[in-house]
């Protein structure tokens, strides 16, 4: 017998207009789905449509059904081995039978079909009943039609604390399950179970093989004041975001048809370009994407454009998604939107045409990231060409493919007047730590000194105990990792080891052992912290103590590299400069104290207050 995870990769990346396009050589695209005479009886007028957002063909004259292996199975006189061996020569994946006793049930079923229900029954609310019509009326607005809206089944959570609840215990469906689903929740003010998606359009985020393993939900109406815009399950024992992209079930087979994957941040996204005509469109689930996400997307292209937001967290994110792409051997490419603009705007305002117009003006990461440096005279100095080419490594770095890497170095070394030899011993001197690098010329400050030696002026770079308190803590409870994520990014941390080890929990929540891609002594150090035996104690206070102190230490750098280019910088660019050193300043003093040193200075004043005649 084949099993059951096999099969499904055969389905996932069985394109089915391809294969019975193969039998039925008059297939031709009608709107969104495709359309011939019918292969299994005599038809007249075609009434055999084939339907590959959803896997399946149906004959309206015969009433001929199926997904790709049924049709093989009818066509070929196969069984469902052979069919499913069949696909999966045709898509390149290798099929191997297992013997196996008896097929054991999938433990995690009931988990599946909860969220099954919940998708069900959120569909429902928005289209039966005046209570859905808000939802309706707000995809109207935003140019999303039924059809659209039915596709990716979208649905809409009403405005009750309880209404999924009891319809859920009305199919015996318990509250243990929906809470370890995330579709139930509770807090210290209720411990009594509740609904979690209230007032929202609800996302129902499936895997390629259409299993519903979360949610998304967008907040309507008034109440959108004081409350997230959006709210997303959380990870679950079949959900972990960092290994699921929105769309990505409805979008594979125009993947493989178009020769690339647009990649965008936000569920509107995905819809609106759907919506205008652009289907090879899949969106990240709230966090940055990962080694996981390149995996899947080069299942079915080498090529992907990242269409992020215009603003610098987009940038951001723009740069580290490519670094990710670029380590997994995936050619990324990068749009310019507007500023103010995002892929939902341009797709509502300008529709198919504007969108594609901005695709098609996606540029090689590299090529983006020496724009921005151009943009930013960061070729007109010494100083700033050094500063320019340590955002650039990163990059270099990050390819896999020689032939690129070779490219991107000859670029680099012809635009800064670096010797080409030297710049290959900087990418070689210090190889990326693992599958995914975060460089992005608008937010990365210059390679800090390794731990224990000097930086600029002599000043020895504080101890790093901050550092390991706060891996740890994230080694110990990853239900800070998502939080930390938020607060902290790589380059904040100077300690090499822990910033790998950073990155890679970041990715990876679930990790157990130090991945293979990770050096030996820093797998070492990881492997330490797993089994370190430290009690932390009171998770918030430490997480807060080592965040405000890793922060404070980043920009102390930062502040130093500032006052340092001061004094080599012209007239004309001193007032930036200072300016900079300013916003730096208020930004340190903001962080406040850590909770380790409040307590201190708690301490100290009520010694103090004790010492004093009125005391």
Not at 230 to 257: C, D, F, M, T
Request: proline share 6%; hydrophobic share 35%.
């Amino acid at each position: 017998m084949i099993p059951d995870d096999v099969v499904e990769e055969v389905r996932a990346r069985a394109d089915i207009v391809d294969i019975i396009g193969e039998f039925v050589p008059d297939l031709k695209k009608s709107g969104k789905d495709y359309k011939s005479k019918c292969p299994f009886h005599e038809d007249r007028t075609p009434s055999f449509y084939v339907v590959p957002s959803k896997g399946f063909y149906k004959c309206f004259g015969c009433d001929e059904s199926g997904d790709v292996f049924t049709f093989v199975r009818k066509k070929l006189g196969l069984d469902f081995v052979e069919a499913v061996k069949y696909v999966g020569g045709r898509s390149g994946v290798e099929v191997r039978e297992v013997s196996r006793a008896r097929q054991e049930e999938d433990p995690r079923r009931p988990l599946f079909e909860a969220n099954a229900f919940a998708r069900d029954f959120y569909t429902r609310q928005l289209w039966e009943g005046p209570q859905g019509k808000p939802a309706r009326d707000y995809l109207e607005r935003r140019g999303v039609d039924r059809e659209t809206a039915e596709r990716f089944e979208l649905g809409f959570a009403v405005d009750d604390w309880r209404v999924l609840r009891e319809a859920a215990a009305r199919h015996a469906i318990s509250d243990d399950l929906l809470l370890a689903v995330g579709l139930l929740t509770t807090s210290e003010k209720s411990p009594e179970p509740y609904d979690r998606f209230r007032n929202r359009l609800i996302f129902p985020i499936e895997t390629v093989s259409a299993r519903v393993v979360a949610f998304g939900g967008r907040i309507l109406g008034k109440e959108a004041k004081g409350a997230p815009k959006y709210l997303n399950s959380p990870e679950s024992e079949v959900y972990h975001k960092g290994q699921v992209l929105y769309g990505l079930g409805w979008a594979r087979h125009a993947i493989r048809r178009d020769e690339h994957a647009v990649v965008t941040e936000g569920y509107m996204d995905v819809v609106s370009a759907s919506s205008a005509g652009v289907e090879n469109v899949v969106a990240t689930l709230g966090t940055a994407l990962t080694r996981e996400h390149a995996l899947l997307l080069k299942k079915y292209t080498g090529r992907v454009v990242l269409l992020f937001d215009s603003d610098m967290a987009g940038m951001k994110a723009t740069f580290r998604a490519g670094d990710v792409l670029l380590a997994e051997g995936l050619q990324p490419t990068v749009v310019t939107l507007p500023p103010g603009e995002d892929p939902d705007t341009i797709a509502r305002s300008g529709g198919e045409a504007a969108l594609r117009e901005y695709l098609e003006g996606a540029v090689d990461l590299l090529d983006r990231k020496l724009q921005i440096l151009e943009e930013k005279e960061y070729f007109e100095s010494i100083n700033q060409t050094r500063q320019a080419v340590d955002r650039l490594l990163p990059t270099l770095r990050a390819a896999a493919d020689p032939t690129l890497r070779d490219i991107y170095i000859a670029k680099v070394a012809e635009r800064t007047g670096i010797r080409r030899e030297t710049l290959e011993e900087e990418v070689a001197a210090r190889p990326a730590p693992g599958p995914t690098r975060a460089a992005q010329p608008s937010g990365v400050h210059a390679r800090p000194p390794a731990p224990g030696r000097s930086g600029r002026g002599g000043r020895r770079l504080p101890e790093l105990g901050a550092e390991r308190q706060f891996v740890l803590l994230l080694a110990k409870d990853r239900t800070w990792i998502e939080r930390a994520a938020e607060r902290v990014g790589p380059e904040d941390l100077v300690d090499p080891a822990y910033r790998v080890i950073f990155q890679a929990l970041v990715e990876s929540p679930d990790l157990s052992h130090p991945p293979e891609w990770m050096d030996a002594p820093v797998a070492h150090r990881f492997e330490e912290l797993l089994a370190s035996d430290e009690e932390l104690g009171h998770g918030g206070r430490i997480f807060d103590d080592s965040v405000t102190r890793i922060l404070r230490m980043s920009l102390d750098r930062r502040i130093e590299d500032a006052e340092a280019r001061l004094v080599q910088v012209g007239e004309g660019d001193r007032q930036d400069l200072e300016e900079e050193i300013h916003h730096l300043r208020a930004e340190r003093q903001g962080l406040g104290r850590g909770w380790a040193e409040s307590t201190r200075w708690l301490q100290r004043q009520s010694n103090d207050s004790s010492d004093h005649p009125d005391g």
